[in-house]
T-cell receptor
């Protein structure tokens, strides 16, 4: 299994500011995934982060708004830039050690006021 | 593109009773993985059960079992002897076979399960 530490667990931010979310894994993993879960909704993939290369973004998400870093095989950050109230969501990082397993961080609850 | 549909936004079950949550999916792939995840109010996503599409036998994990109907593209979750701690949001998810762990999960919209004492 994998233990994922995600920080912060929650934050309240002013519109127009940026927040960086950290995800630390206790083992080396190839891919890390960042999901967004808007209030009362399902999880939607923002991007896939591979160490040593640029993240791959899903349709509707752009690097300028959600820059991602992946400096090594155990760590990644997601930044939510120039925030607006519509960015209020839970953000989760995830890793998969095998095809049949995916582990998640405890999520970051972001409220933009 | 693959899609996952959960047609029951909310379900309720009496403690100790059995409940079934529905999930259908659409894919043109023949090999894939299916999952049920539980998300309690703590937000932590917890894997409940998984099924490999190439396995005909339905997966079982203690009180949790699935009814996997590949031809019908259906993957329902049965919770037996429901407990108060089972109350949570349940998500059905799909992952493509090729690429394995490097593939994303595609989630359904979720079913909120309430357990009545």
């Amino acid at each position: 299994s994998a233990v994922i530490s995600q920080k912060p667990s929650r934050d309240i931010c002013q519109r127009g500011t940026s927040l960086t979310i950290q995800c630390q894994v206790d083992s080396q993993v190839t891919m890390m995934f960042w999901y967004r879960q808007q209030p009362g909704q399902s999880l939607t993939l923002i991007a896939t982060a591979n160490q040593g290369s640029e993240a791959t973004y899903e349709s509707g998400f752009v690097i300028d708004k959600f820059p991602i870093s992946r400096p090594n095989l155990t760590f990644s950050t997601l930044t939510v830039s120039n925030m607006s109230p519509e960015d209020s969501s839970i953000y989760l990082c995830s890793v998969g050690l095998s095809a049949t397993e995916a582990f998640f961080g405890q999520g970051t609850r972001l409220t933009v006021v | 593109a693959q899609t996952v549909t959960q047609s029951q936004p909310e379900m309720s079950v009496q403690e100790a009773e059995t409940v079934t949550l529905s999930c259908t999916y659409d894919t043109s792939e023949s090999d894939y993985y299916l999952f049920w995840y539980k998300q309690p109010p703590s937000r932590q996503m917890i894997l409940v059960i998984r099924q490999e599409a190439y396995k005909q036998q339905n997966a079982t994990e203690n009180r949790f079992s699935v009814n996997f109907q590949k031809a019908a593209k259906s993957f329902s979750l049965k919770i037996s002897d429901s407990q108060l701690g089972d109350a949570a949001m349940y998500f059905c998810a799909y992952r493509s076979f090729y690429g394995g762990a490097t593939n994303k999960l595609i989630f359904g919209t979720g079913t909120l399960l309430a357990v009545q004492p």
